[in-house]
């Protein structure tokens, strides 16, 4: 099993974004800016979204390995650290999914 995860993926990202363009796609897509790598995150989920539909596990694995890259790349853009990415997330550890979206519609 390995022990790679989204920190270490993130470190990579701010690493590369820093590298000559014509070497790197991360360098590449900073240069471009948040329009190119946001479009291609979205290519990346609609890529991802027909894999799971197909019932395609191969397909869907590297789809979704190709997507959480372009999410670290766009939030690399963005300012945002995985760190608050993950604080968010387990704000809502609190209540589940249902008990929150229903608290959106009332609210
Ligand atoms: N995980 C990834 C990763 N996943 C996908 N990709 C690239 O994402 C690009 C876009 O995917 P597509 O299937 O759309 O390819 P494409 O048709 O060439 O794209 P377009 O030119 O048409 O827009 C491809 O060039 C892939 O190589 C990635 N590029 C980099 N990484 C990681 O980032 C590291 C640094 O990479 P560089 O920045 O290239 O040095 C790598 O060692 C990896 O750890």
Do not use: C
């Amino acid at each position: 099993m390995t022990t790679f995860t989204l920190a270490d993926l993130e470190g990579i990202v701010a690493e590369r974004a820093k590298a000559d363009p014509s070497q790197s796609w991360t360098a590449k897509l900073v240069a471009a800016g948040q329009g190119k790598a946001a479009k291609k995150l979205g290519e990346e989920a609609v890529e991802t979204v027909i894999a799971a539909i197909e019932g395609d596990r191969a397909a869907l694995t590297s789809e979704a390995a190709d997507l959480l890259y372009h999410l670290m790349v766009v939030l690399k853009i963005g300012g945002v650290a995985l760190q608050e990415v993950l604080e968010e997330l387990e704000g809502r550890t609190r209540q589940s999914g249902l008990a929150e979206k229903a608290g959106r519609q009332n609210g």
